[in-house]
């Protein structure tokens, strides 16, 4: 198997009833961080109940294949057992007044999402390269770590690999999953064996409800009141409590040994890992196997699980954490890189400068313009390389500098092309996160957005819909030094400035005062 | 009745197992040499746990890097090693497919409750697939099994198979009931001559004589020969025997602490040994 991943991505870009596109964009990051870089992306296949958001995931991950369809309203097989009341007497195990329309339809949504997308791979005749079956609201946005992706170079390919948490005796997590082609491929079906479980065509409902759930083992009311969400957060407190202390019973003395001494000791009392039937015992007899009740049937992470087990794919299957390894710094893929044109506050350099400039960007440059001097154009070209221009702006003011550069972008890229503004190539090469600013320049192509100021402002209203945005009114960062907008939205704001762009308080307080500006909340340069 | 005394059932067979204890699982080593039933043995120690995890290792004239720390140690020459992440990928893609590989007669020792590591045994664990019979404790011949490895467990072995070949440093010499086997030399530090270390000495495994015993003495590269060999050779009975039987491959017997255990003479060395049987770190603890 080469080195190489074909990424599957399902289910909702954009939950229903609701206009939450955030999941959807700190997903598109998520992945770009954790996805190694030695194994590179070659194929991304997409299916979503998003038709109208066929466009966005064209401009964001670029699929060789996808599907978009209308959500489906009705699993008459399962809905009309649940309605009947002859269904509810034969659903003696499981089938409950709890199940609601909507989360069936939910549920439901969910696998058969995940088993098109895995179909649209296989019609696709794609290579044998490992599989990533991912969601597209992939990413911690409300989340604790727990579901965060996890994929190393140095793993074996021949393993399914999912999220470990302390819940998985319950059910296995399905945001992501590793796997080779072989596995990947028997999730073509996952949809069937969901419906056939919550149907009580198979034994899902009754080992799940009564005659007990594999690899579980009864709790005694300690583990039980352990688990619970309040002892978990005076445990975490109490850990906190000791990590100071201990930090604050420094030195040599015998009573402040002696005290470490009791400190350490407690403390590894405590901070031990969560122990899982799963993993830590020995699966036992069957009657303390673990049963629950019939409401919690309708669990797609228990649906999971019983899917891997009847599939006999337990024994490939592995699960990890993001503490397992430390493998950040061999992390990181841009996915479908987003070209921009880039201004820069800086005099033409020589052509090697400007190709290494270039290079060394993990976005496509389609253009750089040199604003300070003779104001040039490098545009890159394919088959000549890079072809270099010179500009006669009306003045050698900032502002009709800027306006000549950016109505040649508009003409030779178009009204929508992304236009980053830097002081200098040093400093945009420097982005020490290129996955925020390729999500972030495809967030601005597709809303349209005139400006986005970039140098980090801490003060302002987070957005709702896109991770480290904020709309600040009023501020102190000088305007067009290091911004990302549209071409024709920059030119917009460009025209109310006056000549000299880099002073005048004044006006910036004024300016400031009338309209809020969208800035990145956090320094990525 | 608490879940750790309940008999369990195990989960390919249904034929019942206990959690691992260091008696027991010393017994079921004795019963697999006895009936001659083919097996391997591997261990994960602190060294092969940080290399998995893809954390710089560095054990080298009298420094001990590890875990970002910084320490002093007395180590031979022999135990030199150098893991660094950068350069170490194919080693570490060869220790997590050993430590992720399962099979009946392949059995991993991993690092446990008595050594104050609960997050490692569970990690390992998780690479196993879960738990298994299979897993059995890193320090299965040392500790509180040492003095009963050394006098019984190791004779036995020895003397229940023809052929023995011994996989150990290049400064070994054969002796006692191990002089009748064949040695397979390694260099110092390995790690950096990884491929062709592994590659040379696998060929020469490979040709072992049907139903041989292989014990080595190598560090990280016992893990990944025994996961191959498991793979390709399995009437082989391989065991990663780390530093017990020193003495006998004529290496020092002063680097562990359970050495100390052997033989003491001096009333400083039996109190020496005394004193460790009273650690909490001694008697294996799941």
């Known amino acids: 198997m080469k080195n190489e991943l074909i990424l599957v991505l399902s289910g909702d870009i954009c939950h229903p009833q609701s206009a939450d596109m955030l999941p959807f964009w700190c997903g598109f990051i998520e992945l770009q961080r954790k996805l190694c870089s030695s194994i590179k992306v070659s194929q991304i296949v997409g299916h979503s109940w998003n038709p109208e958001l066929s466009d966005l995931v064209e401009l964001v991950y670029a699929p060789q294949a996808k599907l978009h369809e209308q959500q489906s309203c009705s699993y008459p097989e399962l809905l009309e057992l649940i309605n009947s009341a002859e269904g509810l007497k034969k659903g003696r195990y499981g089938l409950s007044a709890d199940w609601n329309n909507e989360s069936i339809r939910s549920t439901l949504n969910r696998v058969r999402s995940l088993s098109r997308a895995v179909q649209l791979m296989d019609a696709q005749l794609l290579s044998e390269h490992q599989v990533l079956i991912a969601?597209?609201?992939?990413?911690?946005?409300?989340?604790?770590?727990?579901?965060?992706?996890?994929?190393?170079?140095?793993?074996?390919?021949?393993?399914?690999?999912?999220?470990?948490?302390?819940?998985?005796?319950?059910?296995?997590?399905?945001?992501?999953?590793?796997?080779?082609?072989?596995?990947?491929?028997?999730?073509?079906?996952?949809?069937?064996?969901?419906?056939?479980?919550?149907?009580?065509?198979?034994?899902?409902?009754?080992?799940?409800?009564?005659?007990?759930?594999?690899?579980?083992?009864r709790r005694t009311w300690f583990e039980t009141a352990l688990s619970h969400s309040i002892s978990q957060s005076i445990h975490d407190q109490l850990l906190k409590l000791i990590e100071s202390t201990w930090m604050q019973r420094q030195g040599r003395s015998f009573t402040r040994k002696i005290l470490r001494r009791m400190i350490t000791l407690f403390q590894s009392r405590l901070d031990q890992p969560p122990q899982t039937a799963e993993n830590s015992y020995v699966p036992i007899a069957q009657n303390t196997l673990r049963t629950f009740s019939p409401a919690c049937a309708l669990n797609p992470r228990a649906l999971l699980k019983y899917f891997i087990l009847s599939e006999g794919l337990r024994e490939r299957t592995r699960f990890l954490t993001n503490e397992d390894f430390e493998i950040a710094s061999n992390s990181g893929q841009v996915i479908n890189p987003q070209p921009i044109v880039l201004l820069l506050w800086d005099e033409v350099q020589d052509n090697g400068v400007i190709k290494h400039a270039m290079h060394s960007s993990a976005?496509?440059?389609?253009?750089?313009?040199?604003?300070?001097?003779?104001?040039?154009?490098?545009?890159?070209?394919?088959?000549?390389?890079?072809?270099?221009?010179?500009?006669?702006?009306?003045?050698?003011?900032?502002?009709?500098?800027?306006?000549?550069?950016?109505?040649?972008?508009?003409?030779?890229?178009?009204?929508?092309?992304?236009?980053?503004?830097?002081?200098?190539?040093?400093?945009?090469?420097?982005?020490?996160?290129?996955?925020?600013?390729?999500?972030?320049?495809?967030?601005?192509?597709?809303?349209?957005?005139d400006y986005v100021d970039l140098t980090g402002s801490e003060n302002g209203k987070p957005s709702l819909e896109?991770?480290?945005?904020?709309?600040?009114?009023?501020?102190?960062?000088?305007?067009?030094?290091?911004?990302?907008?549209?071409?024709?939205?920059?030119?917009?704001?460009?025209?109310?400035?006056?000549?000299?762009?880099?002073?005048?308080?004044?006006?910036?307080?004024?300016t400031l005062q009338e309209s809020s500006v969208i800035a990145v909340g956090r320094a990525i340069f | 009745m608490s879940v750790l005394s309940n008999p369990r059932v195990h989960i390919h067979t249904g034929t019942p197992h206990t959690l691992p204890t260091g008696v027991g699982d010393l017994d079921r080593f004795e019963q697999l040499v006895i009936k001659q039933t083919p097996f391997t043995f591997i261990r994960f120690s602190d060294g092969e746990i940080e290399i998995l995890r893809n954390r710089k290792l560095l054990i080298a004239n009298g420094i001990t890097e590890f875990r970002g720390q910084k320490f002093s140690n007395q180590f031979p020459e022999f135990d030199q090693k150098r893991f660094d992440p950068r350069l170490g990928k194919d080693v570490r893609r060869d220790l997590l497919s050993s430590a992720m590989f399962s099979d009946w007669s392949y059995y991993k020792?991993?690092?446990?409750?008595?050594?104050?590591?609960?997050?490692?045994?569970?990690?390992?664990?998780?690479?196993?697939?879960?738990?298994?019979?299979?897993?059995?404790?890193?320090?299965?011949?040392?500790?509180?099994?040492?003095?009963?490895?050394?006098?019984?467990?190791?004779?036995?072995?020895?003397?229940?198979?023809?052929?023995?070949?011994?996989?150990?440093?290049?400064?070994?010499?054969?002796?006692?009931?191990?002089?009748?086997?064949?040695?397979?030399?390694?260099?110092?530090?390995?790690?950096?001559?990884?491929?062709?270390?592994?590659?040379?000495?696998?060929?020469?495994?490979?040709?072992?004589?049907?139903?041989?015993?292989?014990?080595?003495?190598?560090?990280?590269?016992?893990?990944?020969?025994?996961?191959?060999?498991?793979?390709?050779?399995?009437?082989?009975?391989?065991?990663?025997?780390?530093?017990?039987?020193?003495?006998?491959?004529?290496?020092?017997?002063?680097?562990?602490?359970?050495?100390?255990?052997?033989?003491?003479?001096?009333?400083?060395?039996?109190?020496?040994?005394?004193?460790?049987?009273?650690?909490?770190?001694?008697?294996?603890?799941?």
Request: aromatic share 12%; hydrophobic share 40%.
């Open chain 1, 466 to 510: 896109f991770p480290d945005l904020q709309t600040v009114n009023g501020g102190s960062f000088p305007l067009f030094n290091m911004a990302a907008g549209t071409a024709i939205g920059m030119r917009s704001i460009l025209n109310k400035a006056p000549p000299e762009l880099k002073v005048i308080p004044n006006w910036l307080h004024q």
């Open chain 1, 135 to 217: 969601r597209w609201d992939l990413g911690p946005s409300n989340k604790a770590k727990t579901d965060q992706l996890v994929i190393d170079a140095g793993l074996p390919k021949e393993y399914l690999y999912l999220q470990y948490s302390s819940k998985v005796d319950v059910g296995y997590a399905d945001i992501w999953m590793l796997a080779p082609p072989s596995i990947a491929r028997q999730f073509s079906k996952f949809d069937r064996v969901v419906l056939d479980s919550l149907t009580g065509k198979n034994s899902y409902l009754k080992q799940f409800c009564k005659s007990g759930w594999p690899r579980t083992c």
């Open chain 2, 109 to 286: 020792g991993v690092p446990t409750r008595h050594n104050n590591a609960l997050d490692d045994r569970e990690f390992m664990l998780r690479l196993n697939g879960g738990f298994t019979p299979q897993m059995t404790f890193s320090d299965l011949f040392v500790n509180s099994n040492f003095l009963r490895a050394r006098s019984h467990f190791f004779p036995l072995l020895a003397s229940s198979f023809k052929e023995i070949l011994v996989v150990g440093n290049w400064r070994c010499e054969l002796s006692g009931y191990l002089k009748k086997g064949r040695l397979i030399k390694i260099p110092d530090d390995f790690f950096s001559s990884y491929q062709i270390t592994l590659d040379s000495v696998l060929a020469r495994l490979l040709e072992a004589p049907r139903y041989a015993l292989i014990l080595s003495s190598a560090s990280s590269l016992s893990n990944v020969l025994g996961h191959r060999l498991r793979l390709s050779r399995a009437d082989l009975t391989f065991l990663d025997i780390g530093t017990v039987l020193n003495d006998l491959l004529g290496l020092s017997m002063s680097t562990r602490t359970y050495h100390k255990l052997m033989q003491p003479n001096t009333l400083r060395e039996r109190l020496t040994s005394w004193r460790y049987r009273q650690h909490s770190e001694y008697l294996l603890r799941w």
């Open chain 1, 363 to 449: 976005l496509p440059i389609s253009a750089i313009f040199y604003l300070e001097g003779t104001v040039k154009a490098c545009i890159t070209e394919q088959r000549e390389g890079v072809v270099s221009r010179v500009l006669q702006p009306k003045s050698s003011s900032s502002k009709d500098r800027l306006s000549c550069v950016l109505d040649f972008t508009i003409q030779q890229f178009g009204r929508s092309s992304p236009v980053v503004i830097m002081p200098s190539a040093a400093i945009y090469n420097a982005c020490a996160d290129w996955h925020y600013l390729n999500a972030l320049i495809k967030f601005i192509v597709w809303k349209n957005l």
